[in-house]
């Protein structure tokens, strides 16, 4: 897997992971609503749902408020890896993911994921989805400052692929992914793997909206991702 931007190959397809391509959002929603009751915080844990997708800083905004004290916000990032990490051995690819990815790359794409994850969490999610090799690069928050739904990881991932915004693709499963590619102008697809509705999906942007990846897989050829830009 190369971490630095490699020759362009027509198109790039960025893709989300924590929901799009494996079984995790409800995992970071149990250890976020753990971390946060274990320091006197109890938010619901649908309400953390809501917001699983988000960086870090506007994840906790978003439950706490922005009025709060920022000074416990390492500690309850730290809590949540610890409680995640828990669960490491437990991370699936979700049904089709990992014949999505190789089909993507079989066709001419460019493989690029883009994640609010830690650098150690997308290790763990691309050993476990198997498919290392025809991946080209991985942007995560570590990479940026953290923020989504703000593009900066999007557009890391554009700068590592070597392509410009109108020749990639995203592919994503919470709201969160459809504000930030289109204010990166990056297309958008969709998955209700991560808990959203098709509706909310559209609302965010999404040109199309998918039941899983197993079903984008089976849609390839009519889909958006049918061919890489100029390969038609």
Same mark, same amino acid.
């Given at each position: 897997?190369?971490?630095?931007? $490699?020759? #362009?190959?027509?198109? /790039?397809?960025?893709?989300? $992971?924590?929901?799009?391509?494996?079984?995790?959002?409800?995992?970071?929603?149990? *250890?976020?609503?753990?971390?946060? +009751?274990?320091?006197?915080?109890?938010?619901? %844990?649908?309400?953390?749902? +809501?917001?699983?997708?988000?960086?870090? #800083?506007?994840?906790?905004?978003?439950?706490?408020?922005?009025?709060?004290?920022?000074?416990?916000?390492?500690? &309850?990032?730290?809590?949540?890896?610890?409680?995640?990490?828990?669960?490491?051995?437990?991370?699936?690819?979700?049904?089709?993911?990992? #014949?999505?990815?190789?089909?993507? *790359?079989? +066709?001419?794409?460019?493989?690029?994921?883009?994640?609010?994850?830690?650098?150690?969490?997308?290790?763990?999610?691309?050993?476990?989805?198997?498919?290392?090799?025809?991946?080209?690069? $991985?942007?995560?928050? /570590?990479?940026?400052?953290?923020?989504? =739904? %703000?593009?900066?990881?999007?557009? &890391?991932?554009?700068?590592?692929?070597?392509?410009?915004?109108? +020749?990639?693709?995203?592919?994503?499963?919470?709201?969160? #992914?459809?504000?930030?590619? *289109?204010?990166?102008?990056?297309?958008?697809?969709?998955?209700?793997?991560?808990?959203?509705?098709?509706?909310? &999906?559209?609302?965010?942007?999404?040109?199309? $909206?998918?039941?899983?990846?197993?079903?984008?897989? /089976?849609?390839?050829?009519?889909?958006?991702?049918? *061919? =890489?830009?100029?390969?038609?």
């Amino acid at each position: 897997m190369s971490e630095s931007p $490699v020759e #362009d190959v027509g198109g /790039a397809v960025l893709f989300g $992971v924590d929901g799009t391509l494996m079984d995790t959002v409800y995992l970071h929603t149990v *250890a976020w609503a753990e971390a946060l +009751r274990q320091r006197g915080r109890l938010v619901p %844990a649908a309400l953390v749902h +809501r917001n699983i997708g988000m960086g870090t #800083d506007a994840l906790l905004d978003a439950l706490l408020g922005t009025d709060r004290d920022r000074g416990g916000d390492a500690a &309850l990032s730290a809590a949540h890896d610890t409680l995640y990490a828990q669960y490491w051995s437990r991370v699936v690819p979700l049904p089709g993911a990992h #014949d999505l990815v190789r089909a993507c *790359a079989v +066709r001419g794409w460019q493989v690029v994921l883009a994640s609010s994850a830690t650098r150690g969490e997308a290790e763990v999610m691309v050993r476990a989805l198997g498919a290392g090799d025809v991946i080209a690069a $991985v942007a995560t928050s /570590a990479d940026v400052p953290p923020g989504e =739904p %703000a593009p900066d990881v999007v557009r &890391l991932a554009l700068a590592k692929a070597g392509v410009p915004a109108e +020749r990639a693709l995203f592919v994503g499963a919470a709201a969160w #992914d459809g504000q930030a590619a *289109a204010k990166a102008g990056v297309r958008c697809l969709g998955v209700l793997t991560g808990g959203w509705t098709r509706h909310e &999906l559209h609302e965010a942007g999404m040109d199309a $909206v998918y039941d899983s990846p197993a079903e984008l897989l /089976a849609r390839l050829d009519d889909s958006l991702l049918a *061919a =890489p830009p100029g390969w038609a």
